[in-house]
């Protein structure tokens, strides 16, 4: 089983971007770390208790039975977000407590300042947790292990641009999008007391099984790589 760390800048990017395929790994005995880079807050319904609550609510629906879906917090202040040293080191310590061996972030093309900081960092940290003589500091709850080099990077997006980027590939999430629209849901002060974001759940199911019928399964989610795939077989194709 792998050590999966899916990156968001804020608390729901993750499930909009690839809650499915969260769900789908956990039931398949994967560990899966969420790490939220900031708490997403302020906003105009919620607060940074609120969010807590609802992204550990969205996390347990993400959950499968004797497989819970954990998830931490960095703790950088929402919209503020900024590519620096202390960052990376941090996000680095987070590798290598959970010993990632993939890591999930968004796709760097994005209209949102925090997410392609966000991406630039998780990107720059999976290089410095494999270094050596550099400690890194211990995220709350987690105990930093030796140096370690997540052996892949994949891009979900979360775009706030109104294009997606050419995928690499699909994943048929086709038995968990309701997991992930739960999940969405959790987030009740951003997607339901909002009336300004109370289309986006169904935007998200559509695109869902937009992608879905381009790989032609029920529904999918869309991940791109920047570096090449290896196949021993033919039999994960669908």
């Given amino acids: 089983m792998a050590n999966v760390l899916v990156v968001g800048p804020h608390p729901d990017d993750q499930e909009l971007g690839m809650g499915g395929t969260i769900a789908l790994l956990a039931s398949q005995g994967h560990r899966v770390l969420l790490l939220d880079m ?51 080191h941090r996000v680095a310590g987070v590798i290598r407590a959970h010993r990632a061996d993939i890591v999930f972030v968004p796709h760097p093309e994005d209209a949102h300042p925090d997410h392609r900081a966000v991406t630039r960092i998780v990107e720059d940290a999976r290089f410095d947790a494999k270094l050596t003589g550099v400690e890194m ?15 892949w990077l994949f891009h979900y997006f979360a775009t706030h641009l109104r294009s997606v980027p050419a995928p690499s590939f699909f994943v048929d999430v086709s038995a968990f999008l309701e997991h ?55 039999e994960g194709l669908a």
Avoid: C, D
């Fill in 137 to 151: 500091p211990a995220p709350e709850g987690l105990e930093v292990g030796p140096p370690v080099y997540p052996k």
């Fill in 38 to 88: 900031t708490n997403g807050e302020p906003t105009p319904h919620g607060s940074p208790e609120v969010r807590a609550r609802e992204a550990a609510a969205a996390a347990r629906a993400l959950s499968t039975p004797g497989n819970e879906v954990r998830r931490v917090s960095l703790g950088l202040r929402n919209r503020y977000v900024e590519h620096s040293m202390e960052a990376r």
């Fill in 180 to 234: 992930k629209m739960r999940s969405i849901l959790a987030y009740e002060s951003q997607f339901v007391a909002n009336p300004k974001n109370r289309h986006v759940p169904e935007w998200v199911r559509a695109q869902g099984v937009y992608f879905g019928s381009r790989a032609g399964v029920g529904a999918a989610e869309a991940f791109s790589t920047p570096e090449p795939l290896a196949l021993r077989s033919l």
